[in-house]
């Protein structure tokens, strides 16, 4: 599913974010990208998106080399892949409905997949009664239960979250990780950049640690491995 062949990111500024890193994820796994801050998990998941290039190296994703290709390829790239964000990033002046229906209204979805999908991401969020509210009504929970929604609304095949439960109070952290695991169930690849110890020591998956650029561990089952 993801492949990075000996990847080098270093900005303008001579900073090495990622120094000849070579990771493997299968289809359906789910993986937690730990490490101290500035190691480069956001470099990571932003060469998945194509947001920044890498300066060697060979990324493939669903079996294309995703540095190779044109620009006007890019949309088709990120449609493939959720994300989910620490702050949410939910407009305002929209619904909750209105919310996930816009990531399919922005790829050209005709109007009746969007009647059909949008209810089924809300319901598996568990938010099916909230689809008339705004955003501010809703607590940090139900407003990180939205976005996943409308990450996944699209049936990718990896969503990526970036510190999801960051902005959340411990109680509500687990019930957006029940979520997040049930998705993953279904068949969903999930990569997960976090600093939640507690979070990544209880659900012994997958963890890849990254520090000053580089691959420091890879273990199945494995732990967070840095004080919380
Ligand atoms: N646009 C940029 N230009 C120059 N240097 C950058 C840029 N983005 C990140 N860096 C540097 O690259 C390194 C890796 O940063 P990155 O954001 O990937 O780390 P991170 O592991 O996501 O950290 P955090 O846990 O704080 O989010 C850091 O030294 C950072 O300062």
Not at 104 to 114: D, H, S, V
Request: hydrophobic share 40%.
């Amino acid at each position: 599913m993801i492949e990075l062949m000996n990847v080098t990111k270093e900005y303008n500024n001579g900073v090495k974010a990622l120094n000849n890193i070579s990771i493997n994820i299968d289809k359906g796994e789910f993986v937690f990208l730990v490490g101290p801050s500035g190691a480069g998990k956001s470099t990571f998941i932003k060469l998945l998106l194509k947001e920044v290039e890498p300066s060697s190296g060979r990324i493939i994703l669903n079996g294309q080399d995703i540095t190779k290709v044109k620009s006007r390829m890019i949309p088709h790239i990120r449609r493939s892949i959720g994300v989910v964000f620490q702050d949410f990033r939910l407009l305002p002046n929209k619904t909750v409905y209105e919310n996930v229906a816009f990531a399919m209204e922005i790829i050209g979805a005709p109007y009746k997949n969007i009647r059909r999908q949008v209810p089924m991401a809300l319901s598996m969020v568990g938010l099916s009664n909230k689809a008339d509210s705004y955003p501010n009504q809703l607590s940090g929970g139900e407003q990180q239960r939205v976005s996943i929604a409308r990450a996944i609304v699209n049936n990718p095949g990896l969503l990526i979250a970036d510190e999801p439960t960051g902005n959340l109070d411990p109680d509500t952290a687990w019930e957006v990780m029940k979520i997040i695991r049930r998705i993953n169930r279904r068949g969903t690849t999930v990569l997960m950049a976090t600093h939640a110890k507690d979070i990544v020591d209880v659900m012994k998956q997958r963890v890849i640690a990254l520090e000053k650029g580089q691959v420091v561990r890879d273990e199945q089952r494995g732990v967070y491995g840095y004080e919380g």
